[in-house]
């Protein structure tokens, strides 16, 4: 098999891009945390103490995916157009699904799982005080796209 991050002496390196065309690339990444009835209600009302906890996990997910390249060795960093964050609640707990897009030589997956991942963080870390049971599942990528050329 025909690892792109090792070099021919088997060192690892950043694959190269160079040559490849600016294109499109979207993708959208999804994740789930689990929450009490209790702390499920206090996000509702805004009664957590630390905050409006689904506008802090927002912006907590938008940053994340424009910081990708800084956490991640080995991805390349990437001028972003577009970051969503969305969540749904429901009664075990919210759900956080992540849209990345850009015009790039290399794709948004991580950016989009990151953002993902942060969100459902910063959740578990607003409510900690709160709620000792929180576990995340099912974080995964739904889908990623490469347009034309540009």
Partial sequence: MNFTHLDQNGDVQQ?????????????????FIHLSKNTLGKIKKNEIGKGN???VARIAGIQA????ADL????????????????????????????????AKTGVEMEALTAVQISL???Y????AIDTKMSF????LI????GESK
């Fill in 72 to 103: 991640i060795p080995l991805c390349h960093p990437l001028l972003l157009d577009h970051v969503e964050v969305d969540f749904s609640v429901d009664d075990l707990g919210i759900g956080v699904v992540c849209h990345v897009s850009t015009c």
């Fill in 15 to 31: 694959v190269p891009v160079g040559h490849k065309a600016i294109v499109e690339r979207k993708a959208c990444a999804y994740g």
């Fill in 137 to 140: 599942e099912n974080i995964h």
């Fill in 125 to 128: 870390d607003m409510c900690k």
């Fill in 53 to 55: 906890v689904l506008a």
């Fill in 65 to 68: 995916a424009k910081k990708t």
């Fill in 143 to 146: 889908k990623k796209t490469k």
């Fill in 121 to 123: 963080l910063t959740i």
